[in-house]
């Protein structure tokens, strides 16, 4: 059974840093694409970055420039460095993975929130 666990998020400033990483388990972690969402209050759930088994990145413009999604095929984990963060960043952000054409796996989320 494929689990997912997000972790690192927090409460800073604006213009701070946080790290995420989402812990990856039963499954072939190596093949899969894996993204980065984010859901904040009285919104969707928004794409903010992938990540393909060879490494090509995307990256939501709102988000350009300020974070890097990478990941670690030997321990399984995909992280999210997140810097220059601003007000709008705040929301629940969750991992997931794309074994095909489809987002099927989710973590339970990790809150940030980015205050004045």
């Known amino acids: 059974q494929v689990q997912l666990v997000e972790s690192g998020g927090g409460l800073v400033q604006t213009g701070g840093s946080l790290r995420l990483s989402c812990a990856t388990s039963?499954?072939?972690?190596?093949?899969?694409?894996m993204g980065w969402f984010r859901q904040a209050p009285g919104k969707q759930r928004e794409l903010v970055a992938t990540i393909s088994r060879g490494g090509t990145t995307y990256y939501d413009d709102s988000v350009k420039g300020r974070f890097t999604i990478s990941r670690d095929n030997a321990n399984k984990t995909v992280y999210l460095q997140m810097n220059s963060l601003k007000l709008e960043d705040t929301g629940v952000y969750y991992c997931?993975?794309?074994?095909?054409?489809?987002?099927?796996?989710w973590g339970q989320g990790t809150q940030v929130t980015v205050s004045s």
């Open positions: 039963g499954g072939a972690f190596s093949i899969w694409v």
């Open positions: 997931s993975i794309r074994p095909g054409s489809t987002w099927n796996y």
